[in-house]
């Protein structure tokens, strides 16, 4: 499975990005995907999965503000609004043949190449 990951950049704190994840490969194998990021100096760490029937899980931080979506050709979407300084980071989307949840992200076998987004204050 490859990834391909697009849609970072610069915002102003507060405001909006739409990442987008377009993958290939043995997708019908494919059931988990999500978002993690890693700030500078930072561990890499989750943001958001998604099951393939849907099901969303967050991170306690981007609850509420984040919403994690995939389509059924299984394009990968993180709308991020309200978005913080403590935001920015290299945003990776990853994928699974199983499920991410409790997963420590070194054992996840997917990822695209990163894309990253920076909040200014």
């Known amino acids: 499975v490859q990834l391909q990951a697009s849609g970072g950049g610069l915002v102003q704190s507060g405001g909006s990005l739409r990442l987008s994840c377009v993958p290939s490969?043995?997708?019908?194998?494919?059931?988990?995907m999500g978002w993690y990021r890693q700030a500078p100096g930072k561990q890499r760490e989750l943001v958001a999965t998604?099951?393939?029937?849907?099901?969303p899980i967050y991170a306690d931080s981007v609850r509420g503000r984040f919403t994690i979506s995939r389509d059924n050709a299984q394009k990968l979407y993180l709308e991020m609004d309200s978005l913080k300084p403590e935001d920015t980071a290299v945003y990776y989307c990853?994928?699974?043949?199983?499920?991410?949840?409790?997963?420590?992200?070194?054992?996840?076998?997917?990822w695209g190449q990163g894309t990253e987004v920076t909040v200014s204050s």
């Open positions: 990853a994928a699974s043949f199983g499920t991410l949840s409790g997963l420590r992200w070194q054992n996840v076998p997917y």
């Open positions: 998604i099951t393939h029937s849907g099901r």
């Open positions: 490969g043995s997708l019908s194998s494919v059931r988990d």
